[in-house]
């Protein structure tokens, strides 16, 4: 049974569209995260949600927004798909704010 | 400024042959160091939390230690398995913000 789970694991569009991420955790944690993790493999946080309460906001474009219906769920929007913006959006959750996080299997994003 | 700085970057070991990585740290009061393991094409695996200096924490062949500037994972008689990326990644204490290194490339030959 997959702990963290995001969907779609490849997406391939072109520029301009908009596309969501989804990701749900069943670990029962409080709190859920958006890192991006570029070409050279360096991973950057990007959103992080506590009890659905946005703790986290790093400078990202307002073109991307986290949405948490709930604890278990963490998706993620991005408008106006830009060539930049390709990379592997990894999810992740963690038990609390302030504990180690376990990751989900990415998401690859490749905008032609 | 926050900052994580790993070294080696990539690192070639014999099976068997013992070494360790470092993680070098500055941060606005550390609120927790972690390592992780990351495989190519998935994501990376928890491997160990350290809170504070002079705690160490053990996991089969590897081990991580933490100073107030520093953090080691050694590992010890390292088997092909081993081979991946190390990550380090430290989270302030105000802002409960992580910031992660960009990793050691870890190749464990027979």
């Known amino acids: 049974d997959t702990a963290v789970s995001q969907t779609p694991k490849y997406l391939v569009t072109q520029m301009g569209n908009d596309k969501s991420i989804k990701c749900e955790q069943n670990?029962?944690?409080?709190?859920m995260y958006w890192y991006k993790q570029d070409s050279k493999k360096f991973l950057k946080i990007m959103f992080s949600?506590?009890?659905?309460?946005?703790?986290i906001n790093e400078t990202v474009p307002n073109r991307f927004s986290p949405k948490s219906p709930d604890k278990a769920h963490l998706n993620l929007h991005i408008n106006s798909l830009e060539l930049g913006d390709s990379a592997v959006y990894f999810c992740?959750?963690?038990?609390?704010?302030?504990?180690?996080?376990?990751f989900g299997q990415g998401t690859r994003l490749t905008v032609v | 400024e926050d900052q994580v700085t790993q070294s080696p970057e990539a690192l070639r070991l014999q099976e068997g042959e013992s070494s360790s990585l470092n993680c070098s740290y500055t941060?606005?009061?550390?609120?927790?160091l972690f390592w992780y393991r990351q495989d190519p094409g998935k994501g990376p695996e928890f491997l160990f939390t350290?809170?504070?200096a002079g705690e160490e924490k053990e996991k089969e062949r590897l081990k991580a230690t933490l100073t107030k500037k520093e953090s080691f994972l050694h590992i010890t008689a390292p088997k092909p398995e081993d081979s991946a990326t190390y990550l380090c990644?430290?989270?302030?204490?105000?802002?409960?913000?992580?910031?992660f290194g960009t990793g050691t490339r870890l190749k464990v030959l027979a």
């Open positions: 949600y506590n009890n659905k309460e946005l703790i």
């Open positions: 941060v606005s009061g550390l609120r927790g």
């Open positions: 990644a430290v989270q302030a204490g105000g802002t409960y913000k992580y910031i």
């Open positions: 670990l029962g944690h409080d709190t």
């Open positions: 992740a959750s963690s038990q609390d704010r302030a504990g180690g996080a376990f």
């Open positions: 350290l809170y504070s």
